[in-house]
């Protein structure tokens, strides 16, 4: 099945150490994305990617690190610079560069970060 | 950006219609009006989207205001698995590049 899987599921962190959530995506996607979504609030861009070796700063990168050497990964590391690192981060990716119009996004199922 | 409002909760019984709305004054005369939910835990999901004509699919009815200052999603008859938080999204006109927003949303609590 076509999809993007996320892992691990759960994640735990210790204070000062960093730690690397993984997205993967065979749906032949340009365009990948990572979100924040603390509990009750909407989600917040951290890092996209439109094409391989090239990214963009989201809303809230401070703390957060990416790459995109393949299509179909784009992993996301939670570093140690960032103090309140505690949520639930979604996945995502499109099949083209969203210029607006009808394209949508589809998400993988999420990992939850807890730090300990 | 182009921004929408939505109620912050709904409630609606089993079997029953789901009228969720969502404001968009400011929308631009090309913009698309996406609609996500998202369940308890997971990903948000694709619903529908729509520019100007009323849409349909297996999920949902998108009906779209005359005038396009708001939009309403349908659902017509709510199970409890729609429990979700919905979210209305607008894109920004072709041609440049532009990441989806999502707010809040609305919360449907669905009662059996």
């Known amino acids: 099945d076509g999809g993007i899987t996320q892992s691990p599921k759960y994640l735990f962190r210790k204070e000062g150490q960093n730690v690397t959530l993984s997205c993967e995506q065979n749906l032949n996607h340009d365009a990948m994305y990572w979100y924040r979504q603390d509990p009750g609030q909407g989600l917040r861009l951290i890092y996209y990617?439109?094409?391989?070796?090239?990214?963009q700063k989201g809303d809230i990168a401070e703390g957060y690190s990416v790459s995109r050497e393949k299509k179909e990964s784009f992993p996301l590391t939670v570093t140690s610079a960032q103090k309140n690192p505690t949520a639930f981060y979604l996945c995502?990716?499109?099949?083209?560069?969203?210029?607006?119009?009808?394209?949508?996004?589809?998400f993988g199922p999420g990992t939850r970060l807890l730090v300990l | 950006d182009a921004k929408t409002t939505q109620p912050n909760s709904m409630e609606s019984n089993e079997e029953e219609p789901v009228h969720l709305p969502c404001n968009h004054s400011?929308?631009?005369?090309?913009?698309?009006i996406h609609w996500y939910r998202q369940l308890p835990s997971q990903g948000p999901e694709y619903v529908i989207h729509g520019l100007t004509s009323n849409v349909n699919n297996r999920m949902a009815s998108l009906a779209i205001a005359e005038d396009r200052k708001s939009s309403t999603l349908i659902l017509h008859r709510a199970t409890l698995r729609d429990a979700a938080v919905y979210y209305c999204i607008l894109s920004q006109p072709p041609g440049g590049s532009y990441i989806p927003t999502f707010g809040r949303g609305t919360s449907l609590i669905v009662h059996p």
């Open positions: 995502a990716s499109s099949p083209r560069r969203l210029a607006g119009g009808w394209e949508t996004q589809y």
């Open positions: 400011t929308i631009s005369g090309t913009d698309y």
């Open positions: 990617s439109q094409i391989v070796n090239d990214f």
